[in-house]
């Protein structure tokens, strides 16, 4: 079955920029979205279609897909940035990757 | 507003069933294909099944074929998960979640995300 992988855990300091990374086989032919999940909340969409921003959601976070790897960026991060961040994709079914944890130092 | 309310969640015996719901309000159901994603207690997201806008094509991922049916009413504008045989690994909150799908003709791939996600109902499987 078709797996993602992120790393558990980024850390950043106030103001700068985290890096959340999202890697799989083929990623090229996939197109991947991201969730964050705050404790005790449900996920929220954050982007959709490699970089594709839904309303509401702050200019600062950006995607990209180069195709081994898929990467959500949160420039300027905030304390209220910190949250667990999960990537999406579709083969012959819905795949979440485990999960990255980001810190805000 | 989107608001996707899920009930149903229950503490029940291994080998036991149950049937969650997820009532629907703020768009157009039928236009929409639907999901359950699950999180067990400390883990990460797990898709359980998907049914398209009219009931018509299900998906269920390999941990839950067999023992679990999804199916949606349209006219109640509800959704719903009846979960038979049930184990202590589908100990989990229970998502529901709207699934948003389509075909980039240029691209030639799929385009999938689920926004929004219910508030979830805990399922708790235990002797």
């Known amino acids: 079955s078709y797996e993602l992988t992120q790393p558990p855990s980024v850390s950043v300091s106030p103001g700068q920029t985290a890096n959340i990374t999202c890697s799989g086989d083929t990623l090229r032919n996939k197109y991947i979205c991201w969730y964050r999940q705050k404790p005790g909340q449900s996920p929220v969409l954050v982007m959709y279609r490699n970089n594709r921003r839904p309303s509401g959601i702050p200019e600062r976070f950006s995607g990209s897909n180069s195709g081994v790897t898929a990467t959500l960026a949160i420039s300027g991060t905030q304390p209220m940035d910190e949250a667990d961040y999960y990537c999406q994709a579709w083969d012959n079914g819905y795949v979440f990757g485990p999960g990255t944890k980001v810190s805000v130092l | 507003e989107v608001t996707l309310v899920e009930s149903g969640g229950d503490i029940v015996r291994p080998g036991g069933s149950l049937r969650l719901s997820c009532a629907a309000s703020g768009f157009t159901f039928d236009d929409n294909g639907m999901s359950w994603v699950r999180q067990g207690p400390g883990k990460g997201l797990e898709w359980v099944s998907s049914?398209?806008?009219?009931?018509?094509?299900?998906r269920y991922s390999d941990s839950v074929k067999g023992r679990f049916i999804i199916s949606r009413d349209n006219a109640k504008n509800s959704l719903h998960l009846q979960m038979d045989s049930l184990r202590a690994e589908d100990t989990a909150l229970y998502y529901c979640?709207?699934?948003?799908?389509?075909?980039?003709?240029?691209?030639?791939?799929?385009?999938?995300?689920?926004?929004?996600w219910g508030q979830g109902t805990l399922v708790t499987v235990s002797s």
């Open positions: 979640a709207r699934e948003r799908m389509y075909y980039d003709i240029l691209s030639g791939r799929e385009v999938s995300w689920f926004d929004p």
């Open positions: 049914v398209n806008w009219n009931g018509a094509i299900t």
